[in-house]
């Protein structure tokens, strides 16, 4: 069976919105935007919609979802307690891209937090996604909308083929505003750990006088055997399924040297800056923009590009890890499984 698509690009008629929100309060799946990547969502305090969604996606059981909010009423209803340090935060980047890592209550099913006594929140600035919740009158788990370990869906064009059918509704918001998930944080003895990088960045926070420690797994290897602290960090993920290298350096002329001999006589696609597409000896070169902004908004969509183009190998340009550049290499460090260059 297909799901109903429901068209809202370019629309303002959000009455179209109240159909799936009824039925993802009666345990169906809704495949909807946010402003920083499409999602599949169900109702977080349903265990069997929520199990669902693991199905839907081939996804572990123990990676946590995110649960997406409308309001601080929501909120009060779900968690345990909110700090100061949380009130400052929610302040100043919410509703947004940043999810806080909470003490649950008993409400939240075990399934969604992956074991933890914890979990994660957030509440979207997508009118979309706001609308969604508010309708439903539910609080909405959502994951990325992707098979498991694909690159998160930014267009409907680019999930449509694998996960028509396996949600109940599809609601085409257009390409979203920012292309990365959000950023993951939990606050413990004053300081905010960064679990998973994102549009709000350390620099963000920091400018609230809120000390920032960034944990090692953001751009280390991950241990398949270490409890996971946060959605969207454990597993393999964002990766295409043909072969990539990711390169970086700071010398313009010595990154395209490098990727060139690593491309050399090989049916090769680079991912690469405008600036640099005419310095690439290979047939595919895919443009990703010249800006933290827009490379951060192509990038997943290009990933799915390149892999469609069958070749041997792709070929990544990097880009400086701070700010937003952070969040751009962690993904991208992923979807190469760290084959990585820094020269």
Not at 10 to 19: A, P, R, T, V
Not at 325 to 330: E, K, V
């Amino acid at each position: 069976m297909k799901s109903k698509y429901i068209d809202m690009k370019n629309s303002n008629d959000y009455n179209k919105i109240k159909e799936p929100a009824e039925s993802l309060k009666k345990g169906k799946l809704v495949l909807f935007p946010t402003e920083t990547v499409y999602g599949i969502g169900a109702n977080a305090l349903d265990e069997e919609a929520v199990k669902n969604i693991f199905i839907a996606k081939g996804r572990a059981q123990d990676n946590p979802l995110i649960v997406h909010i409308a309001d601080l009423k929501m909120l009060e209803e779900l968690v345990e307690e909110v700090g100061q340090i949380e009130k400052k935060l929610m302040e100043a980047f919410w509703p947004g891209p940043l999810t806080i890592v909470f003490k649950k209550k008993p409400i939240i099913p075990a399934r969604i937090t992956g074991g933890l006594d914890t979990v994660a929140i957030r509440m979207p600035s997508s009118v979309i996604a706001r609308k969604l919740i508010e309708y439903s009158g539910v609080p909405i788990a959502a994951p990325s909308a992707n098979i498991s370990g694909r690159p998160s869906g930014t267009v409907i064009e680019d999930i449509i083929d694998e996960l028509d059918g396996k949600v109940d509704y599809i609601i085409d918001g257009d390409k979203v505003d920012i292309g990365l998930e959000s950023t993951v944080i939990r606050a413990v003895d004053g300081i905010v750990h960064i679990l998973r990088p994102g549009k709000i960045t350390k620099e963000d926070i920091e400018k609230l006088g809120i000390k920032v420690f960034i944990e090692k797994q953001v751009l280390g290897e991950y241990n398949p055997n270490e409890k996971v602290m946060s959605p969207g960090i454990k597993y393999k993920h964002y990766a295409p399924t043909t072969k990539c290298v990711l390169v970086f350096s700071k010398n313009e002329d010595r990154l395209v040297d490098t990727i060139n001999k690593q491309i050399e006589g090989k049916n090769a696609v680079v991912i690469c800056k405008t600036q640099n597409l005419e310095k690439y000896n290979v047939k595919f070169k895919l443009d990703m923009g010249n800006n933290l902004e827009e490379i951060s908004r192509n990038i997943f969509t290009l990933l799915r590009k390149a892999d469609k183009l069958n070749t041997e190998i792709i070929a990544i340009e990097g880009v400086e890890k701070e700010g937003l550049g952070l969040a751009i290499m962690n993904r991208l460090l992923r979807a190469c499984s760290h084959n990585y260059i820094e020269c």
